[in-house]
């Protein structure tokens, strides 16, 4: 009975991967979307690894977001929301057709936010930029009702005014763990079930926890290989092993940055030497956890299980 949250969340995502889609975004989407006529008025110039030059015939307005892919790149795809993604962006508006904002171009990979923080500013944007790979450059009328609320006056723009933005998708992090599964040696460990996008369900055994750092590597990814003198970034799950309650994740949002400030040292030391698209499994005594001391639903005393989901290395 101590273990009833674990196995209900793994439960639960055996049920969603039973009905769930798991297609290939390739095989089901395009990225292409309502482009009508309306995106034949903006003319897009230039090299897509620099700065755009964009003419607008103006008046431009549409009453739906539309796109069109103008060149397509051959990276990862944009698969959700909150994917990490390093993108350049030029934004006119559609009254004069002038710039009113526009990224940095300066070649910084290191810009990399979750889908969802440019989605705060423009929403229009999520449809228009699903299924579109890394190194394409994409062209997006915007509705009036595509831009957040008071966003349009803060780019100059009147509230019935539609925009243009020119995408350039400069890199796209992992959605998940993609490498191929591996064989387990270890005996008496916690099972890992997974949903279709990725999250894991973590299945405490009853029996004594390691008394050492016992990691496992669950799918071993093709990607390089991560170095103290980089940055990962992953998605994590930690889960309590003696009551088998999730005490954190990072599934409900984006990805984080994997350092002694956001994960415990010995999981930080665990990831060394691992590729990008695995996921690993590592399982902390409590002296390498959070040792005696309660640390929120975490009893003090406690073993903890993390699985972590290696998705790039920043920069």
Known sequence: MRRTPALLTATALIAVGLVGCSTSPEASCNPTQGAGGALDLVEVSGAAAGEPRVDVRTPFHVDSTVSKVLERGDGAAIEDENQLVVLDITISGGATG??????????????????????????????????????????VGLAPDSLADGTAQSLGLAEDESAVAIVDVRKVYLPKADGADQFIEGHGLPTVVRAPDGRPGIIVPEGTPPAEVTVEVLKRGDGPEVTADEVALAHSTGVVWETGEVFDTTWNAAPRAVSEQTLPPAVVSALEGQTVGSQVLVVLPPEEGFGDQQQGVVPGGSSLVYVIDILGVQG
């Open 98 to 139: 002038e710039t009113v904002i526009a990224t940095p171009y300066n070649g910084d990979l290191t810009r990399a936010f979750s889908l969802t923080e440019w989605l705060q500013g423009f929403p229009g944007l999520v449809d228009a930029l699903e299924c579109v790979t890394e190194g394409s450059r994409v062209v």
